[in-house]
């Protein structure tokens, strides 16, 4: 048999003596795809930058090409060819595209034109429609995305890591990546895919391994899997099929009107959009990237600034609104739960407790902190949205990704608002999460308050809106009810 690319043996790693992975043996061969799927929590990304130098592990062994090795760093893990493209990008923001795919491979002498040239043509080699001359920071999610692929795919790694890949890509560029996943299994390169999309790994994978609480359940070729023993294997029960199913009357009603959107404009990218929302309901919006919906969303939340002249007009409860920074969006009850969680959703440097306590205090302003009463509301709120966490007193950036996200929505709920925008809200998560957020946000429309959803996925549009907004470039075109839309629908009216 040939000898595997990487092979991990009985490999543990302990955080303050709790073990995040534990005993775990793990194989990836040259030139296949092998998706790594589990819960959040279950230790995923432990292992995974245990293969790439970023955690030491506690015990076990470490061979590349059959030969042991010790990974002190990335970098000694990308001289041996090991890669990882993070879920939240590692670029730098202040530097252009071409500068971050060229960042410690510069030459002593560098022609900027030569090195633009170079990384255009990198670029279209890719099919990625990234400009590499525009500032990272200026970049949307799914661009980002892109050029830490190009930069992974650049440095001809022999195994890379994709960590959630394709959550921020268009359909067709998700297509596009896939194509490029096979020409580098073509060419012999190895692929872990970690992915909560549990059709991507059926149809992408030659392999799948299935982690739960730091441990391998089961390691096995994708062929021998479906969805079903998948999720199975992932949560220790089997979960209803009707995640995205929603059942004939379910609709909610609609009570007072909350919000009222009359040709909202913001540049070039919201023009004249108008809609409402209305209490006690999911006001479900849909459209691809670039339609403008997060814009908009921002524009209402105060975190972006309409047009100061023929912007539109926005009112809350019949009151007529110009918020100027989302503090006054916030104190008037309009809270926005972004969909880039790590630069916008949290303090990474801050503990669970402290993030949601500061949400409290943006809610309720100065004032002296009682570090026992921080302590009770994050234990009521980690308990009601089940915040797991090896040290209470973790860090924020030491978390999953989906208990990461809990904890943004967790700090938004604390302000007790009476509008809340979910910006994909599920993106990252898995799917025992994913049906956890899903209650929480058809339990505060139960409960009365006006919820706006903006998602990507059209069975979790379908499955939670009262109602469906469809957006194209930069406006509202389109509205569903939700028993008469279709995902064919859908999409052809985000499209046409």
């Known amino acids: 048999m040939t000898e595997p690319l990487v092979r991990l043996t009985q490999v543990t790693k302990e955080y303050f003596g709790v073990p995040a992975i534990r005993a775990v043996d793990f194989t990836v061969l040259a030139g296949e795809v092998h998706a790594l799927v589990g819960e959040n929590g279950a230790g995923k990304s432990t292992l995974t930058k245990v293969m790439v130098g970023i955690t030491a592990p506690t015990s076990g062994t470490i061979a590349v090409d059959g030969t042991p090795v010790t990974l002190g760093s990335p970098a000694e893990a990308l001289n041996l060819g090991l890669a990882m493209v993070f879920q939240e990008t590692s670029l730098v923001p202040s530097m252009t595209v071409a500068q971050n795919l060229y960042l410690g491979q510069e030459h002593f002498f560098t022609r900027l034109r030569g090195m633009y040239i170079a990384a255009q043509q990198f670029l279209q080699s890719l099919n990625f429609n990234v400009d590499p001359m525009t500032p990272v920071a200026g970049l949307g999610a799914a661009q980002k995305q892109m050029v830490e692929i190009a930069r992974a795919v650049l440095r001809k790694a022999r195994l890379i890591i994709f960590d959630e890949p394709t959550a921020a890509l268009t359909p067709e560029e998700k297509h596009h990546f896939f194509a490029l996943i096979e020409r580098l299994k073509t060419s012999g390169v190895a692929v872990v895919f970690i992915s909560h999309a549990v059709e991507e790994a059926l149809q992408i994978a030659d392999r799948i391994t299935v982690l739960r609480d730091g441990e391998i359940v089961t390691t096995d070729a994708a062929s021998s899997f479906d969805r079903a023993s998948i999720i199975r294997a992932m949560v220790g029960r089997t979960l209803s099929d009707e995640l995205y199913t929603r059942k ?249």
């Not at 007529?320 to 989302?326: D, K, S, T």
């Open 248 to 496: 004939d009357g379910q609709t909610r009603p609609p009570q007072d009107l909350v919000l009222s959107v009359q040709n909202l404009s913001m540049g070039s990218m919201v023009r004249n959009t108008s809609f409402s929302v209305y209490a006690g309901q999911v006001t479900g919006i849909f459209g691809l990237i670039g339609s403008g919906r997060t814009e908009t969303a921002k524009v209402v939340a105060g975190v972006l600034k309409r047009n100061l002249f023929h912007g539109g007009k926005v009112s809350l409860f019949s009151r007529a609104v110009r918020y100027r920074m989302p503090r006054q969006a916030m104190l008037d009850g309009v809270v926005y739960v972004t969909e880039d969680r790590k630069i916008e959703g949290f303090f990474e440097g801050m503990s669970i407790a402290e993030n949601i306590f500061a949400g409290h205090l943006t809610a309720r302003g100065p004032r002296i902190v009682s570090p026992a009463q921080m302590r009770d509301l994050a234990s009521t709120w980690r308990d009601k949205l089940n915040i797991r966490a090896i040290d209470p007193g973790a860090r924020v950036v030491e978390l999953s990704g989906g208990n990461q996200q809990k904890v943004v929505v967790a700090k938004s709920l604390v302000q007790r608002p009476k509008l809340v925008i979910f910006d994909e809200p599920t993106r990252g998560v898995d799917v025992g999460a994913i049906a956890e957020i899903h209650a929480i946000i058809k339990g505060l429309a139960d409960d009365g308050l006006a919820v706006m959803v903006i998602s990507s996925y059209l069975p979790e549009v379908l499955n939670l809106s009262d109602r469906i907004l469809v957006a194209r470039q930069g406006r509202i075109v389109e509205e569903f009810a939700p028993q008469d839309a279709t995902e064919e629908t859908i999409m052809y009216a985000a499209v046409h």
